[in-house]
């Protein structure tokens, strides 16, 4: 099928506005749990003494770890280990031996300085550190090992809705507009429901023959004071495979 360039100018209305990071926020990354030999809960919760946490984002968190505003609930979880085939050459695991996975959050920090304190309670211990020790290309390690403290660059979500997304395209605008084409596949079972744990056999399956939704062309459009607005280019239920985003020389923005 040949593709067909789209002019999205004309949906603005229907647009849905967020925030992402700006040039100026800061970004951190803090790794729970690096010496732990069992499933430890390191949930917790996260302050700054000047500036402002815009948010907090779990980084390998999965299904029961959830982040609630400026606290969180996680813990340390062995690796999952591959199924063999042969089990005569597995050897015997002891509690305390499986290899683990940490944990952590990203903090995402806005109108701070180098001598902005951050604050971190854990059931494991509380500490802090301060913005200026953690250049970008340093660890900073808390807990005696247990936890590593990096900078990152600051981010934030160009989309929050339990669909799929994927296949970005960008381009920028001479008075500093980013658009971002990208697309989003809406699935039959949501993504939270796909993976959870089954502690007893369903009852029924139906609810796992729910059909998808299929691929939708979505343009987010970032001004230069981070205000991102989110505009739908195509209707749902196609199958798209990838985008690409132009602007041509009156300035309007193509995605195709």
Known sequence: MKPKPL?????LATGITSQLALAEDIGVRIRLGISDKTNTVWS????VNSGKIESITGWRFEFSDVVNGLSWKAETRSLTVRRSSNAKKRPNKKDGD?????????????????????KVKTAKGDFEFALNEIPYGKVVEKLEGAVDIERTAATGPLATESTDD??????VHSDGT????????????????R????????KEFGSLAKLPG??????????????????PVTEGG???????????????????
């Open 214 to 231: 299929g691929d939708r062309v979505w343009l987010a459009i970032t001004r230069p004071d981070g205000k991102t607005e989110k505009v």
């Open 195 to 202: 993976s959870k744990d089954w502690t007893e056999a369903p």
């Open 166 to 171: 994927d296949y970005p395209s960008l381009t």
């Open 238 to 256: 196609g199958d798209v495979y990838k985008t690409a985003v132009s602007i041509d020389g009156d300035g309007r923005a193509w995605v195709v």
């Open 7 to 11: 002019l999205f100018a004309a949906a």
């Open 178 to 193: 980013i658009y971002t084409g990208f697309v989003s596949f809406t699935p039959g079972i949501d993504r939270n429901e």
């Open 44 to 47: 917790g919760s996260a302050e």
């Open 98 to 118: 499986e290899p683990m996975a940490d944990n952590g959050v990203i903090l995402h920090l806005s109108e701070v300085t180098g001598n902005s304190i951050v």
